[in-house]
């Protein structure tokens, strides 16, 4: 049994003050623990644990910072004055800073570990951070020397009742035989592809609790640090919850009278066509009808910005200005640079929870596509998502781009099967038909409900979208977007 999978023990936690990183550690660190963090410079150790130290110090713990080597104390304090978390009236009470580095060039690790334990005593420290491990395994006679710092000072921690965090830049694949003492390590890092480049965390150790398994992105901002646990690791297992007998429809009159039941409430659709098809009138029609039934509503969008959405699907008939100012419907807006993942799954679910959203429209699936850039983890990303949605009780349809106009090729820009995101599936599509360019709706897939598989064409009026009646003669490959005759050429 991995130590993600054992079950979480009944200590003492001591909250990160990072957000969203309690929860990949089960609750926080454990009480009294000794714990390694690694990674490269420029990762992010030195803020994670002042970040640490200032929260643990504003709920009245003390805290005790020992550098060995690293940057002088003016230096940081200067670089986290514009940090959120960074506070001067915690100095020297709460937050107490003291250098190492001379102790351990006279003394050696016995007399840095004289230090740690004699300034943990006179200034009462729950909390212990040794700012450079490096350096003292540096200075250690030999390998036996170093794991017997660590013994002494794990030995002092639960003696002592302090929490210590030991930041190194060691890094790789490499495994320290101290390393295997400690209680826990946590590793950051920064990883580039081409010109991008994002952070990680990852739990690689920690004794005595389950945490979420795998990577984590985290970001650094003014705020500090903050992690946002990989959805995957986080999905709910049960099943989601029986909507039964409850439908909805899509708010367009002619088209839902193609699927007379509706859709079940829950469920997930998704709507495929070319730019300029008609995806963004049909999601936000989805909207508007969910806002008459007196349900609140959440859009997320990544390419057109909030009031530029509202005149254009103003122009159709639909009016959502009102909803959104009343905060009846929630908007989300992302450009699609160089988004992160879990961010965005992080912010749609906080809203849908938050603010109990019963349908969601998310206009641009293929922007959170590229926020991976790991492809191979698409498909088990959207199952966690589409699953965390429907354990709200949430039903969503999403809007994705195809790269064609037209041509016999029907291009689906995802890495797995539409049947992975989606229980119903729509397409649209341009279609050359008597000299004058339509627009073609067809309903590929919906489970649970009878629908209507004919194609049609649909318009835009300034009522919104109406579905036509079937053609009123037999026209062939109109998905193709070359419309012909059975047994004729192209009209």
């Known amino acids: 049994m991995s130590s993600s999978e054992q079950p979480a023990r009944q200590d003492a936690r001591v909250s990160t003050g990072v957000p969203g990183l309690d929860a990949v550690l089960g609750g926080g660190l454990v009480s009294s623990g000794v714990y390694i963090v690694v990674g490269e410079p420029g990762a992010g150790k030195t803020l994670f644990a002042n970040q640490l130290c200032y929260h643990q110090g504003r709920a009245g713990a003390r805290c005790l910072y020992v550098t060995l080597l690293a940057e002088s104390h003016a230096r940081m304090l200067a670089n986290m004055r514009d940090m959120a ?25 016995p007399g840095l570990l004289e230090l740690l334990r004699r300034e943990v005593r ?24 170093f794991k017997k710092f660590i013994h002494e000072l794990q030995v002092a921690a639960g003696l002592t009742r302090f929490t210590a965090l030991l930041l190194t830049s060691a890094n790789g694949p490499a495994v320290h035989p101290e390393y295997t003492m400690v209680d826990g390590i946590l590793e950051l890092r920064e990883r580039t592809q081409g010109v991008r480049s994002w952070r990680e965390l990852q739990v690689r150790k920690f004794r005595g609790s389950a945490t979420l398994h795998g990577v984590h992105s985290f970001r650094i901002t003014s705020d500090g640090l903050e992690v946002f646990p990989r959805l995957e690791s986080r999905v709910q297992r049960t099943p989601p919850p029986d909507p039964g007998a409850h439908r909805l ?51 997320m969008g990544f390419y057109e910005p909030p009031n530029r959405l509202l005149g254009k699907v103003a122009s159709a008939g639909i009016d959502m200005g009102g909803a959104m100012a009343d905060g009846r419907l929630s908007f989300i807006w992302q450009p699609p640079s160089e988004c992160i993942l879990d961010v965005l799954a ?15 429209f998310v206009d641009g699936l293929s922007a959170m596509q590229q926020a991976s850039p790991e492809p191979a983890r698409i498909n088990s990303f959207f199952a966690a998502l589409t699953q965390e949605l429907r354990c709200t009780g949430t039903t969503t349809l999403f809007g994705m781009e195809t790269p064609r106009l037209f041509g016999p090729v029907l291009d689906v820009p995802m890495e797995v099967g ?22 073609l709706l067809s309903i590929f897939k919906m489970r649970d409900t009878h629908y209507d598989p004919t194609l049609r064409e649909f318009v835009v009026t300034p009522q919104g979208i109406e579905v036509l009646p079937p053609f009123s003669v037999a026209v062939d490959t109109l998905l193709t977007g070359l419309a012909r005759h059975p047994g004729a050429g192209h009209f």
Not at 430 to 439: A, D, I, M, P, S
């Open 85 to 109: 978390f960074f506070d001067s009236a915690l100095l020297p009470e709460g937050v107490y800073y003291v250098s190492g580095f001379r102790t351990l060039e006279e003394q050696g690790l």
């Open 418 to 439: 539409p049947s992975a995101v989606a229980e119903n599936l729509f397409f649209l599509r341009h279609v050359e038909l008597e000299g004058r360019l339509r627009k």
């Open 122 to 145: 006179n200034h009462n420290a729950s909390i212990l951070v040794l700012d450079g491990l490096v350096q003292a395994q540096e200075a250690a006679g030999s390998s036996r020397d």
């Open 249 to 299: 429809h899509l708010g367009v009159p002619s088209l839902d009278a193609l699927f007379p039941e509706g859709l079940a409430a829950g469920s997930t659709s998704l709507v495929l066509g070319p730019p300029g098809a008609g995806k963004t009138l049909l999601g936000s029609s989805f909207l508007a009808e969910g806002l008459k039934q007196g349900e609140h509503c959440l859009y």
């Open 346 to 360: 992080d912010q749609l679910l906080s809203v849908v929870r938050r603010r109990n959203v019963k349908r969601v």
